[in-house]
Nanobody
Framework: QVQLVESGGGLVQAGGSLRLSCAAS????????MGWFRQTPGKEREFVAA????????SYADSVKGRFTISRDNAKNTLYLQMNSLKPEDTGVYYC?????????????????WGQGTQVTVSS
């Protein structure tokens, strides 16, 4: 079991940057593949990025490639999402998620644990 808590969201103008963090409890953080999702009212929860247990494998949604960077620090039990060149369409609630078995999963049901989310709003 693991508890996940996101932080770092906020309001930023288009072209700006934000760094999201996801703090995980327990000593088993390195046993989980991790991912970031985002959700806008009226839309399905959307895959953003994923990172493997050791950080050696990374995947991104096409919409964020070249702008977002996912990383993790297993010694600190923390997952990060660096978001640069933000666009209004990046607006949404961002969630971190943990999967025991699957790296790079793009659907909500493939993850075992979820954080509470942090709001990111990008203005024009």
């Amino acid at each position: 079991q693991v508890q996940l808590v996101e932080s770092g969201g906020g309001l930023v103008q288009a072209g700006g940057s934000l760094r999201l963090s996801c703090a995980a409890s327990g000593r088993t953080f390195s046993s989980y593949h991790m991912g970031w999702f985002r959700q806008t009212p009226g839309k399905e929860r959307e895959f953003v990025a994923a990172i493997s247990r050791s950080g050696g494998s990374i995947s991104y949604a096409d919409s964020v490639k070249g702008r977002f960077t996912i990383s993790r620090d297993n010694a600190k039990n923390t997952l990060y999402l660096q978001m640069n060149s933000l666009k209004p369409e990046d607006t949404g609630v961002y969630y971190c998620a943990a999967s025991r078995q699957v790296f790079g999963a793009t659907t909500q049901g493939q993850y075992d644990y979820w954080g509470q989310g942090t709001q990111v709003t990008v203005s024009s």
